[in-house]
């Protein structure tokens, strides 16, 4: 497993997350966490080699973006292809582990983008691995949105560390063990301030479960993202098993 630190969001996501005081939370897990993660494949992460996926974004009337990866989980190796905070088209590659050594470009926008990419796109995984964020299973709740009901596990990261300290994930839990809808709350006082999102659209890529349609809204404003041309890797393998 390879640890990828919480980001600071990329403006179309840069979502504000409420600071929860309840200490009582501190290294508290759910066991519904490991379920969930099961049910998302981690059982045969190990196998996995490379990742790709492009990462798209909408808010309604204000801008669109697309993000292409390819990530190595073992190496640390990401590659991206897109365009920096100007619009100009870039491409490149770097190792997470020599982050130091990378052009401020990479440092203070690409890398940060890659995690917050990684987060929406492998989000069970990020819960299941992060033992130093806090979950408690809280029982069925209603859905934000609509009708429905799910189990309610915040996920909350400590006050400091990572890019984005303090960040809360409510996950809304279904029956099949699949997260049906998301409340993201970002870490520190940094607008915008929450983002409620559906997890649908569920595609396989070999042994691994991946939602690709997300709506909702961030700060009441319509929200649309949706993850494409997701493939991957297998040890012992160079082809690419794409989503289906």
Do not use: C
């Amino acid at each position: 497993m390879t640890n990828v630190r919480r980001a600071t969001m990329s403006p179309l996501v840069a979502f504000a997350v409420l600071v929860l005081a309840a200490t009582s939370w501190a290294q508290q897990r759910a066991p519904i966490l490991d379920q969930v993660a099961k049910t998302y494949g981690v059982d045969s992460w190990d196998k996995v080699e490379a990742i790709r996926y492009t990462w798209n974004g909408e808010i309604t009337g204000l801008f669109k973006v697309a993000h292409k990866w390819e990530w190595e989980p073992k190496t640390g190796k990401v590659s991206y292809e897109g365009t920096d905070k100007d619009g100009k088209p870039v491409n490149v590659s770097y190792v997470r582990t020599d982050l130091s050594s990378q052009s401020d470009a990479v440092k203070t926008q690409i890398d940060p983008s890659f995690v917050n990419d990684n987060y929406w796109t492998l989000f069970p995984f990020h819960a299941f691995w992060d033992k130093s964020a806090s979950a408690i299973d809280q029982g069925k709740f209603n859905l934000p949105v609509g009708p429905g009901m799910a189990e309610l596990v915040p996920i909350k990261y400590p006050a400091d560390g990572g890019y984005t300290p303090g960040d809360i994930w409510d996950l809304y839990v279904g029956n099949d063990s699949r997260v049906v809808y998301f409340v993201y709350h970002r870490g520190g006082a940094k607008p915008p301030s929450r983002v409620l999102a559906t997890w649908a659209g569920y595609k396989k890529a070999g042994p691994i479960l991946f939602s690709t349609e997300h709506r909702g809204t961030a700060d009441g404003k319509p929200l649309h993202i949706w993850i494409t041309d997701v493939a991957v890797k297998l040890t012992g393998s160079d082809k690419w098993m794409p989503a289906q």
